[in-house]
Each structure stands twice: as C-alpha cells, then as structure tokens.
C-alpha cells in the first residue's frame, strides 16, 4: 500500500493550501486516515484524522476551525484544506493510514501503519 501526498507550496501568512493524498489501494471501511506534520526541530505532531466509514473527524486544537480533512471514496483520495494559514503551520506534512481499526478517528502517530513522503508547506510572514 502507498500514499502518496501532495499540494504543498510556499504561501503568505493569511492563504490557503489544499493537501491531497492518494492511496494506491482501496482502503478498508474502517481505517482511518491523517495527516500529521513535522517542523525542523520539532517532533512530528497530530494534525487532522478522518474515519473513512463515516467521515467523522479529529483536529488538533492548533488546527481546529481553520483546516479542514475529507474523503473521496471515488478516487481513494484524502485532503486537507487549510485556511487562515500562519508561520507556525510551516512543516512538512505527512499523510497516513491505519489499518483495519474498531476505533477511529486515530490521532496517535503509532497507530498508523502506512506513510506517504511528505508535501512541503511553507508560510512566511
């Protein structure tokens, strides 16, 4: 299984950027898929799951009220829609999937099975 990510950029502090994610596979009804991101320094954080069954979805409190993560059944594709971006969302940002899970949305990193290579987004001031 692959996932590959995609749609990252340098923006101003204030745009938007959508992430897509494609998944080689059809994925199971019950895994969950995420995006998680990684700025220099830091360690990689949680930002935004979604239940592939229901779509039902988990933010990081960072994140909450400005991006937004769907689902496409159609084209096995994940995004991630981000509005009101700030410096601090500059990082390199991962998408992954679970596998076959009872629980969901998953926000911790360990319990993801599968990881794209990461799609850049930068956001200067």
């Known amino acids: 299984v692959q996932l590959q990510a995609s749609g990252g950029g340098l923006v101003l502090s204030g745009e938007s950027l959508r992430l897509s994610c494609v998944m080689s596979e059809r994925p199971f009804a019950s895994n969950s898929w995420g995006w998680f991101r990684q700025a220099p320094g830091k360690e990689r954080e949680f930002v935004a799951a979604?239940?592939?069954?229901?779509?039902?979805?988990a933010y990081a409190n960072s994140v909450k009220g400005r991006f937004i993560i769907s689902r496409s059944a159609a084209k096995n594709t994940m995004y991630l829609q981000m509005n009101r971006l700030q410096p601090d969302d500059t990082a390199l940002y991962y998408c992954?999937?679970?596998?076959?899970?009872?629980?969901?949305?998953?926000?911790?990193?360990?319990?993801?099975?599968?990881w794209g290579q990461g799609t850049q987004v930068t956001v200067s001031s």
């Open positions: 992954a999937a679970t596998g076959p899970a009872e629980s969901g949305p998953n926000v911790r990193e360990s319990e993801y099975r599968y």
């Open positions: 979604i239940k592939w069954r229901n779509g039902v979805t």
